[in-house]
């Protein structure tokens, strides 16, 4: 039997990156899955290729940072599959990596909160109602190396990141005897598209793309899937004992 064969598997952000890279590696493991993200075209092709994969997949549109669009996604889920045995939560967006704190503009400031961190206490506050009811779950939130370490030039974002990570730990503690497991993971540079091609465009950055490779002590950057199966072992029972951590998955740069 496969890993997460009848396991109910909700992942936001899995148009892309590291949460497809997620929503794949749990249908690969048996899991249905419940693709979310706010773009929608992105989530049906994810969708597709979860089902070519011989999984049951649905696609759910939400923008995390609306309050009723992530409690009409839990109900969809529920309604859909009867419960939500994990979640991994991997929508967020990037900072600009450019402006120090007293020049970073107020309206963007505001929306990385209110995506990154306000968003993400949604979905887990919705799961957690949920997962009380059931009996248990598990959540892994997908934070950032600079949820751990400050972040020069982009203070909203290390602020978001930081932010997830002491809820994590909070609702860790929380529900750790009712058998809810809460973790989060710190990557470092994941080569997806949010660094590739979005704000800081490291595709058409030979030099920042070399200072990207250098953060770590491997001197590569991560793959999505790397990240993935770090979230799939925490969603397992392998990993039984472990809440309340935010781990950094990193090619040694914390070393
Ligand atoms: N790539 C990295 O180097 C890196 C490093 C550390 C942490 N992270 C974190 O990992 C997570 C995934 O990032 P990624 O690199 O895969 O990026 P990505 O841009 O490839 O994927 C992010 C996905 O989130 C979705 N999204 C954005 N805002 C949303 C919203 N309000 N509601 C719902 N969906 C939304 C996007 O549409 C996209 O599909 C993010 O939280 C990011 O902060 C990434």
Redo the contacts with the bound molecule.
């Keep these: 039997m496969k890993k997460f064969q009848n396991k109910v598997c909700l992942v ?10 997620t929503a794949v590696a749990f249908a690969e493991s048996g899991a249905k899955v419940i693709v ?4 929608e075209t ?2 049906m092709a994810t969708v597709s290729e979860l089902v070519a994969l011989g999984a049951e997949a649905i696609f759910v549109k ?5 309050r009723a ?1 992530v409690q009409n996604l839990i109900n969809q889920s529920i309604e859909k599959f009867g419960r939500i045995d994990c979640a991994v ?6 900072g600009r990596l450019s402006l120090p704190t007293h020049e970073y503009p107020e309206d963007e400031w505001l929306n990385q909160i209110h ?2 961190l306000i ?1 993400t206490w949604y979905c887990i506050k919705f799961l957690l109602e949920e997962m009380l009811k059931q009996g248990g779950g598990n959540i892994v939130s ?5 949820g751990l370490r400050g972040q020069p030039n982009n203070s909203p ?1 290390a602020t978001s ?1 930081h932010g997830v990570v002491g809820l994590v730990k909070t609702a860790a503690i929380e529900y750790a005897t009712k058998n809810i497991r809460i973790n989060a993971i ?10 590739m091609e ?1 704000r800081r465009k490291l595709a058409y950055n030979p030099e920042a793309l070399e200072a ?1 490779k250098n953060y770590q002590a491997m001197k590569r ?2 793959q ?1 899937s790397e ?1 993935a199966d770090v979230a799939l072992w925490l969603c397992s029972d392998e990993a039984s004992f472990m809440t309340g951590h935010a781990l950094p998955v990193d090619g040694g740069a914390f070393a």
């Design positions: 936001t952000g899995a148009s892309s990156g590291i949460g497809k890279a979310s993200d706010v773009n992105a989530g939400c923008n995390i940072a609306e669009e939560l991997s929508a967020g967006i990037a995506v990154n968003g997908i934070a950032s190396a600079a974002y990141k710190c990557p470092t540079a994941i080569e997806t598209p949010m660094i979005g990207a950057m991560g999505p990240v």
